[in-house]
């Protein structure tokens, strides 16, 4: 068990909607990060953010943003859902500093 | 210069076998590079990592072979398990305090008896 768990773990919306996932973090841990993963695919990187300030971003539209909470919670939203939204996200706790990457389990997200 | 290329796409080993998945990557700024294992429906968790002022890592069954001159690197699975068969990737941080992976795009592993 890494202790970073998401919601929801499955969920399906139809293009041009909007949509939140969720994340809680392991305690103390300061930064998390954002990934999606193609089926097939590497995880590829959204976003990163540490003490609630968004300090790191991948190749991904403005439509995607985020938020992190004092509580070491955090939040993904997409707006206008595309087709190729369709993709597992992941959220990853990060010891600052330390390098290693703590992944939930993920949200799978359908885009219809 | 941000890629991590990652081979083979899959890879059939017998039980008790070794394993071995490799990797290149271009950007001489990346300073970390851990190796992911993930199973179906599960976020990836992390095998083991190494830092390129090592040339080798051993954890348990699992070896990180690293070659910082020609900026590659390979997992080793020794007398591989039924258990392993899963999705390996490996991966790269790109340094300067941004704790961003760059991923590679995976390796099936199926162990048969």
């Not at chain 1, 206008?80 to 939930?104: K, N, P, Q």
Request: with cysteine; proline share 5%; net charge neutral.
């Amino acid at each position: 068990e890494t202790g970073v768990t998401q919601s929801p773990t499955h969920l399906i919306k139809t293009r041009g909607q909007q949509v939140t996932l969720r994340c809680s973090s392991q305690s103390g841990h300061n930064t998390v990060s954002w990934y999606q993963q193609a089926l097939g695919q590497g995880p590829q990187f959204i976003f990163q953010y540490y003490r609630e300030e968004e300090n790191g971003r991948g190749n991904f539209p403005p439509r995607f943003s985020g938020l992190q909470f004092p509580n070491y919670s955090s939040e993904l939203n997409v707006n206008a859902l595309e087709l190729d939204d369709s993709a597992l996200y992941l959220c990853a706790s990060i010891r600052t500093g330390s390098g290693e990457l703590f992944f939930g389990e993920g949200s799978r997200l359908t885009v219809l | 210069q941000q890629q991590v290329k990652q081979s083979p796409q899959s890879l059939i080993v017998q039980k008790g076998g070794i394993s071995i998945i490799n990797c290149a990557y271009e950007n001489t700024a990346f300073d970390y590079f851990p190796w992911y294992q993930q199973f179906p429906g599960k976020g990836p968790a992390l095998l083991i990592a190494i830092r390129p002022d090592v040339s080798e890592k051993k954890e348990g069954r699992f070896t990180i072979s690293f070659n910082k001159s020609a900026k590659q690197f390979s997992l080793h699975i020794m007398d591989s398990q039924p258990g392993d068969s899963a999705t390996y990737f490996c991966a790269a941080r790109s340094g300067g305090g941004n704790e961003k992976l760059t991923f590679g795009t995976g390796t099936r592993l199926t162990i048969i008896p």
